[in-house]
């Protein structure tokens, strides 16, 4: 059987296959222990945030370091709605601001490129959690955010579901004509403008809707947590991170971020017990060597052992058939 073949003609159903089986695991897993759901947890949350970021930053080329501001967002959204509210009526409230928010940010940020972009988001980061430390401090007097703790396993099976949509929204969103505006303006923004795209616009909206679910993130996990703070839930890690894991998964498919964000996710929560002092380090050197010699991340490993195996099988299985024609 000629394995490149198999890849190549069966791809969506093999594709299917793993997401059930994936999905099957997911569905298991909180019966292998309490530490396992929490880590689980963070592989999704990671997932979300590098496929939603991945979405926007990867296809236009604008590197966004705002993630931070959206998720935090979630977070906070979540403590203020928590007593009057049920869950799944403030994820929808946070993905909501976060959207009002994109859109304001980038009526303001999209139209300027490059630097001068990046700078401006992640200068967002640091303003937003300043913003709310002073109206904690002066008008409400409240200092740090207090939830109210759910079972793990319900939060998991909420994130799961929330990953689904994600995934299914950027699928959908990528076959769109707001997708393929998304690319022209990757590949020339100045001749997708001659071709009657509406660029900022496309940008306002591809920026937004990415918001969503990174706020979406932030709201359910928010109540996995005992105590948070606006230092904490706005750390400039959680606008980081989905740029690694995207590049540590490639970019330029779908399942890239994917894979990155369930793989960082993993090697944070494991790792990080055994080797805490040199975890970042480790990483970062794994990370550079990706970026050196797999510019399209894990996901490009696949072709690229594809390819071997079946050239393997093919070389063996002429070598069986010339033994066997010289036998006979």
């Given amino acids: 059987m000629n394995i490149t073949r198999l890849f190549t003609t069966h791809r969506k159903l093999l594709l299917m296959g ?6 099957a695991f997911v569905l298991t897993f909180p019966l292998y222990g309490g530490a396992r759901t929490r880590v689980l947890i963070t592989m999704l949350v990671y997932a979300i945030l590098a496929m939603s970021w991945a979405m926007f930053s990867g296809t236009t080329g604008y590197m966004s370091l705002a993630p931070a501001a959206f998720f935090g967002t979630g977070i906070y959204t979540t403590y203020l709605l928590q007593n009057h509210l049920p869950l799944p009526i403030i994820i929808v409230a946070a993905g909501l601001i ?11 940020t999209l139209r300027l490129k490059g630097i001068y972009f990046t700078i401006f988001t992640f200068g967002l980061v640091v303003f937003i959690p300043n913003v ?3 109206v904690e401090g002066e008008v409400t007097q409240h200092h740090g955010w207090y939830f109210n703790v759910l079972d793990r396993t319900i939060i998991l099976y909420t994130m799961l579901g929330l990953a689904v949509v994600t995934v299914l929204a950027i699928y959908l969103i990528r076959r769109s004509r707001l997708g393929l505006a998304m690319q022209s303006i990757g590949g020339n923004e100045e001749a997708a403008e001659h071709m009657g795209i509406d660029t900022t616009r496309t940008k306002v909206l591809t920026f937004a809707i990415s918001a969503i679910f990174m706020g979406a993130a ?6 996995s947590l005992s105590y948070s703070n606006p230092t904490i839930a706005y750390s400039a890690f959680y606008s980081f991170v989905p740029i690694v894991a995207a590049v540590f998964g490639g970019m330029g498919s779908l399942q890239g971020p994917i894979v990155g964000g369930l793989l960082f996710g993993f090697l ?7 080797w805490n002092t040199y975890f970042m380090l480790g990483f970062g050197i794994i990370i550079v060597l990706v970026i050196l010699f797999l510019p399209t991340g894990m996901v490009g490993l696949v072709p690229i052992l594809r390819d071997k195996l079946g050239g393997a099988i093919s070389k063996w299985r002429k070598g069986r058939e010339g033994e066997q024609h010289a036998n006979t």
């Avoid at 793993?18 to 999905?23: E, G, M, P, Q, S």
């Avoid at 932030?218 to 109540?223: F, H, I």
């Avoid at 944070?268 to 055994?274: G, H, N, R, S």
């Fill in 18 to 23: 793993f997401l059930i089986l994936l999905i």
């Fill in 98 to 108: 976060s959207f009002v928010l994109a859109v304001l940010l980038g009526l303001v």
């Fill in 132 to 134: 709310v430390t002073y």
């Fill in 218 to 223: 932030g709201a359910v996990l928010a109540p």
């Fill in 268 to 274: 944070e929560k494991t790792l990080k017990v055994e």
